[in-house]
């Protein structure tokens, strides 16, 4: 049960991906806290040490601004098995994270993930089993700023977690009770694997078109024929969930589909603003795996494969300027 014993409510993070890991999940973590909460960030020894010295910094126009000195802990210094680890970091540091938090693993850890897509649950119930592992899905928009300040963009800021196979269990019903009048939506979803599929339809349908044409929603839907590309692209995204097991109810269609073509709309992804900022983007996991998916049930999707191979040149080229391979 979680935080009967040791009262532990273990916040994860991986210090080998970049700062960007760092811009969603404190918007979730500072309220935790301030409800009283024992939470404790893993980090590596370099940014325990930043974090003591500078604090974390964010602005919030609509919670207010604050500098916060969290507990954090080191791989090294885990001595024992924590409560609930909360996962939150980018697919491509997915591997070097497991290696990380594995000793905090313990018979009773439950382990929420709130990755995008979908490969992660597969990576994750491979190594400490299905029973370790919850779906989580969590709704936030926020960015780092050029003094590594986390900004919230919108107000909206939920977290949705479940098990896997949608029953009301006794350990969900203690991590509903851990996360409930922290401050943020709360709540436990009897289909968490619907949810979870929902959230990487939109993200893949946003994240192609963005990063794709190479502009946010209103700029792409302000030329002809840019708002039926959009359409046609969620409906892609759409058709490969439902081959897989997953279809897209009408209601989630009909909610998104003005989302992706209302002019003037300021709308981006996360891929497309790190994608910007000539940062790692999570191609493979957001596109490419929704598009193999998609293949081996005989689904295509060509605007969304020509996002993915548009992303697949940029990233070589990162690679490419860093040396690598060479």
Same mark, same amino acid.
């Given at each position: 049960?979680?935080?009967? @014993?040791?009262?532990?409510?273990? *916040?994860? &993070?991986?210090?080998?991906? @970049? $700062?960007?890991?760092?811009?969603? %999940? %404190?918007?979730? %973590?500072?309220?935790?806290?301030?409800? *009283?909460?024992?939470?404790?960030?893993?980090? =590596?020894?370099? $940014?325990?040490?930043?974090?003591?010295?500078?604090?974390? &910094?964010?602005?919030?126009?609509?919670?207010?601004?604050? /500098?916060?000195?969290?507990?954090?802990?080191?791989?090294?210094?885990?001595?024992?098995?924590?409560?609930?680890?909360?996962?939150?970091?980018? @697919?491509?540091?997915?591997?070097?994270?497991?290696?990380?938090?594995?000793?905090?693993?313990?018979?009773?850890?439950?382990?929420?993930?709130?990755?995008?897509?979908?490969?992660?649950?597969?990576?994750?119930?491979?190594?400490?089993?299905?029973? !370790?592992?919850?779906?989580?899905?969590?709704?936030?928009?926020?960015?780092?700023?050029?003094?590594?300040?986390?900004?919230? =963009?919108?107000?909206?800021?939920?977290?949705?977690?479940?098990?896997?196979?949608?029953?009301?269990? +006794? $350990?969900?019903?203690?991590?509903?009770?851990?996360?409930?009048?922290?401050?943020?939506?709360?709540?436990? +979803?009897?289909?968490?694997? $619907?949810?979870?599929?929902?959230?990487?339809?939109?993200?893949?349908?946003?994240?192609?078109?963005?990063?794709?044409?190479?502009? @946010?929603?209103?700029?792409?839907?302000?030329?002809?024929?840019?708002?039926?590309?959009?359409?046609?692209?969620?409906?892609?995204?759409?058709?490969?969930?439902?081959?897989?097991?997953?279809?897209?109810?009408?209601?989630?269609? !009909?909610?998104?589909?003005?989302?992706?073509?209302?002019?003037?709309?300021?709308?981006?992804?996360?891929?497309?603003?790190? =994608? /910007?900022?000539?940062?790692?983007?999570?191609?493979? /996991?957001?596109?490419?795996? =929704?598009?193999?998916?998609?293949?081996?049930?005989?689904?295509?999707?060509?605007?969304? #494969?020509?996002?993915?191979?548009?992303?697949?040149?940029?990233? #070589?080229?990162?690679?490419?300027?860093?040396?690598?391979? &060479?």
């Amino acid at each position: 049960m979680i935080l009967c @014993n040791q009262r532990r409510l273990k *916040g994860w &993070r991986h210090a080998n991906s @970049n $700062r960007r890991c760092w811009r969603s %999940w %404190w918007l979730f %973590w500072r309220p935790l806290i301030q409800a *009283g909460r024992d939470v404790t960030f893993l980090v =590596l020894p370099k $940014r325990a040490e930043q974090i003591q010295a500078q604090g974390l &910094r964010v602005l919030s126009p609509m919670h207010g601004d604050f /500098t916060a000195r969290p507990k954090t802990i080191t791989a090294a210094q885990i001595a024992s098995p924590y409560d609930v680890i909360f996962l939150s970091v980018k @697919n491509y540091s997915l591997a070097g994270a497991i290696d990380d938090f594995a000793p905090a693993v313990g018979p009773q850890t439950v382990i929420i993930p709130v990755l995008n897509g979908m490969r992660h649950m597969d990576v994750l119930t491979q190594r400490f089993g299905e029973h !370790a592992v919850l779906g989580g899905v969590c709704y936030v928009a926020t960015e780092i700023d050029s003094q590594g300040r986390i900004v919230q =963009l919108a107000d909206f800021q939920s977290l949705t977690y479940g098990e896997l196979d949608g029953k009301k269990t +006794s $350990r969900i019903e203690a991590v509903h009770q851990a996360f409930s009048g922290a401050g943020f939506e709360a709540a436990i +979803s009897e289909d968490i694997l $619907r949810d979870m599929w929902q959230k990487w339809v939109w993200l893949a349908s946003v994240g192609a078109i963005t990063c794709l044409l190479r502009g @946010n929603i209103g700029e792409v839907v302000s030329v002809p024929g840019g708002a039926e590309l959009c359409l046609s692209v969620l409906r892609e995204c759409a058709a490969i969930a439902g081959v897989c097991g997953y279809p897209m109810s009408e209601t989630f269609l !009909a909610e998104k589909s003005p989302q992706l073509t209302a002019p003037g709309s300021k709308l981006t992804s996360s891929m497309y603003r790190d =994608l /910007t900022e000539q940062a790692p983007v999570e191609a493979d /996991t957001i596109l490419g795996d =929704l598009i193999e998916r998609g293949r081996k049930h005989g689904a295509s999707a060509p605007i969304v #494969q020509a996002a993915f191979v548009s992303l697949a040149i940029y990233q #070589q080229g990162r690679l490419r300027a860093k040396g690598v391979g &060479r």
